[in-house]
């Protein structure tokens, strides 16, 4: 949460430098050719800095921020809109702290994080989704790796090959019309496993995912892979890319990473999780982890 505030407040501060500097680079040089301007030094612009001691009040639900270019036709703008009410930050030991009087704000930033995650990021179906890919691409590049040929757009077929280093180049050129064009083609592919992934994908064809606290036992897993491998007249080797086990996990708030530092109104300093009067905050630190199960839904309408 931290991290995302003084990102917003470093790139408000980078525009004003940047307009000021841009401002007085123009004003230079309409009185005169390039060599004879003078050095522009950063006394002559104002430029913010962070003291101890600073601080700043945000409303977050009424945040805009509007970047104007002479070469654009429209104004760009960046609209936040958070919705979770106002908040002071404050310079405190070379870092940010909310005032006392934000912490509900924070609180209801937390339980919204945590409850996004669950019901949204890591969703039945979006698991479903994620796994589909991800086996998918697995399937694709073990065939490439067998020497079988596959389709697949050139910024997408060096990852289906083996290197030993990865390019940040090659990364660059990709993107999800790279995974969609190529796993067109692919629904119609001779390998049972890769057509029938990438036609789930493609045509939402999601497969069944069951969540538990604990881990599925490796009979039940074992178990249905071996049905899919009778069912689709594949080896048990392929019936692992359409039967997949593993686990999601989760935290709202972890002080770890990104700490959130509350000052009370006497000028000291606690964690949020110490802070908060609510009994969940410090739950919320804690890692949630649940196991997946994850198998076509012929499985289900076989038992």
Known sequence: MRGKIVAVLICAMLLTTFFAVAKNMKELDSKGT???VKPLSFDEVDVPVWEVGDSWTFNIADMVFVIHDENLSENLTIEIDAQIGNFTLEVVDDSLAVEIKGIYSIEKFLIA???????VYLHRTVVASEQLLVMMLKRAQA?????KELFATPALTYFLQEHHQVSLEQFALLDDDDILASAKVWCNNSDRVLSMLADGLVNRKLFSVELDNQSFRAARVTEIRSSVAERLSITAEEAEYLVVSDSISN????DMDDR???MDKSGNSRDIAEASDILNISVLSKTVRKYFLCYPRFIIEKQ
């Open 260 to 262: 959130i530092t509350i």
């Open 143 to 147: 065939l490439t790796s067998g020497g």
């Open 251 to 254: 935290y709202a708030y972890s």
């Open 113 to 119: 994080r945590r409850l996004m995650y669950w019901q």
């Open 34 to 36: 390039v060599d004879e």
